[in-house]
Nanobody
Framework: QVQLVESGGGLVQAGGSLRLSCAAS????????MGWFRQVPGKEREFVAV????????YYADSMKGRITISRDNAKNTVNLQMDSLKPEDTAVYYC??????????????????WGQGTQVTVSS
């Protein structure tokens, strides 16, 4: 069992930056690909970014590519998401997730085994 806790969300003006962190406990994350998703009320949860177990493979959603950087520190059992040049449409609850199997596409929420509770990101115009 892996417990994930996100932090770092908040209110920021358009063009600003935030750094989200995900702290894992209960198990080391080096066995998992780690992803970030986001969700707006009334909409489906959508893929943001994923980083492989070793960190050698990274994928980003087209909507945020060039503005975000995902990283992981397996020794500290943490995953981070640096978000720059934020836009009002980036407003959402951001979730960290752990994926043990590679049997489904990395952007498929059903492929993730563990989820955090989410952290709110609000970007004002």
């Amino acid at each position: 069992q892996v417990q994930l806790v996100e932090s770092g969300g908040g209110l920021v003006q358009a063009g600003g930056s935030l750094r989200l962190s995900c702290a894992a406990s209960g198990h080391t994350i080096d066995s998992y690909s780690m992803g970030w998703f986001r969700q707006v009320p009334g909409k489906e949860r959508e893929f943001v970014a994923v980083i492989s177990r070793s960190g050698s493979s990274i994928y980003y959603a087209d909507s945020m590519k060039g503005r975000i950087t995902i990283s992981r520190d397996n020794a500290k059992n943490t995953v981070n998401l640096q978000m720059d040049s934020l836009k009002p449409e980036d407003t959402a609850v951001y979730y960290c997730a752990a994926r043990g199997s590679t049997g489904s596409p990395y952007y498929d929420i059903d492929g993730y085994d563990y989820w955090g509770q989410g952290t709110q990101v609000t970007v004002s115009s």
